[in-house]
Each structure stands twice: as C-alpha cells, then as structure tokens.
C-alpha cells in the first residue's frame, strides 16, 4: 500500500513563504507522476503543481511565478516551495501520485495565509 504524507501546512501572513513536503512509502524514482493539488470550501480540487520522473513541470495558472515544485528520489519526497502567498492560496494541500494506473493522495495539510 503507497501512503502519502504531507507536512509543512500551517499559518502565515500574506506575502510569506510555506514549504510542503510530501514523504512517500515507496521509491519515487521510477513514478512518472507526482504533484500538489488543493482545495479550498466550497470549491473543487485543483492542480498545483506537476512533475514528472524526467523532472518535467507544469503548474496551475495560481501557482506559475511564486510556486516551485521539486522532487527528491533519494529521499522519496517530493516537495512544494511557496512564496508570495496571498489569501486565496488558503485551502488543504494535498500530495499525488500515480503509480501504475492507480491514484494516490495524502491526507492533506492546511495552509491558511491570514494577518
């Protein structure tokens, strides 16, 4: 069973930086797959950010020029690096990936960007 766990979720001011991590159960190295989603109430979930496993990105029209997502293979984590945060980025991360045409997400973590 793949398990998916994020951390790095939390408070902070409008302007600041997060850093999310996600820790995978597996070797990540050969999973073509892995992004961030979010969904903030009452609206659908929605793409972050993208990467594949030749380090290819794509990331969702919110995210381009402040996100950042990486992947570490070593570690089996993949990571997403926000800065300028705004209000409406509030909403719960979640971690993806698609493993031999099954999905996988975490949990989530809660990232509420509020003075």
């Known amino acids: 069973q793949v398990q998916l766990v994020e951390s790095g979720g939390g408070l902070v001011q409008p302007g600041g930086s997060l850093r999310l991590s996600c820790a995978a159960s597996?070797?990540?190295?050969?999973?073509?797959?892995l992004a961030w989603y979010r969904q903030a109430p009452g609206k659908p979930r929605e793409l972050v950010a993208g990467?594949?496993?030749?380090?290819?990105?794509n990331y969702g029209a919110s995210a381009k020029g402040r996100f950042t997502i990486s992947r570490d293979n070593a570690k089996n984590t993949v990571s997403l690096q926000m800065n300028s945060l705004k209000p409406e980025d509030t909403a719960v991360y979640y971690c993806?990936?698609?493993?031999?045409?099954?999905?996988?997400w975490g949990q989530g973590t809660q990232v509420t960007v509020s003075s």
């Open positions: 990467i594949t496993s030749s380090d290819i990105t």
């Open positions: 597996v070797s990540i190295f050969s999973i073509n797959v």
């Open positions: 993806y990936a698609f493993i031999n045409s099954h999905d996988y």
